[in-house]
């Protein structure tokens, strides 16, 4: 199994940055590909972003795109999200997740549903 932990979430003024963390253990996490989604109150989850096994594929939500980047340093087992330029709408509690990818370097995809894997969350507060 695969165990994340998410860090680096906290209270951030319209504008301004912030970065996730996602440390992850257990076997092998150089064969997953790694997404990040979050859930805002009342809402469903949302996929963010994704990124493949070897960190040379992402995607993104267009909400995002030109604002956060993913990325993943798989000696130190970690994926990161760095969000910039952060608006109210942001306001959601974060996930990461991964998805075995059976050695093909393909993002994880847009549907949560198809991610094994998550942590237990981080919560992220953009004020105006």
């Known amino acids: 199994q695969v165990q994340l932990v998410e860090s680096g979430g906290g209270l951030v003024q319209a504008g301004g940055s912030l970065r996730l963390s996602c440390a992850a253990s257990?076997?092998?996490?150089?064969?997953?590909?790694m997404g990040w989604f979050r859930q805002a109150p009342g809402k469903e989850r949302e996929f963010v972003a994704t990124?493949?096994?070897?960190?040379?594929?992402?995607a993104y939500v267009d909400s995002v795109k030109g604002r956060f980047i993913i990325s993943r340093d798989n000696a130190k087992n970690t994926v990161y999200l760095q969000m910039n330029s952060l608006k109210p709408e942001d306001t959601a509690v974060y996930y990461c997740?991964?998805?075995?990818?059976?050695?093909?370097?393909?993002?994880?995809?847009?549907?949560?549903?198809?991610?094994?894997?998550w942590g237990q969350g981080a919560q992220v507060t953009v004020s105006s």
């Open positions: 997740a991964a998805k075995s990818v059976l050695g093909l370097d393909n993002t994880g995809g847009v549907s949560y549903s198809a991610y094994r894997y």
């Open positions: 257990g076997r092998t996490f150089s064969n997953y590909a």
């Open positions: 990124i493949s096994w070897s960190g040379v594929n992402t």
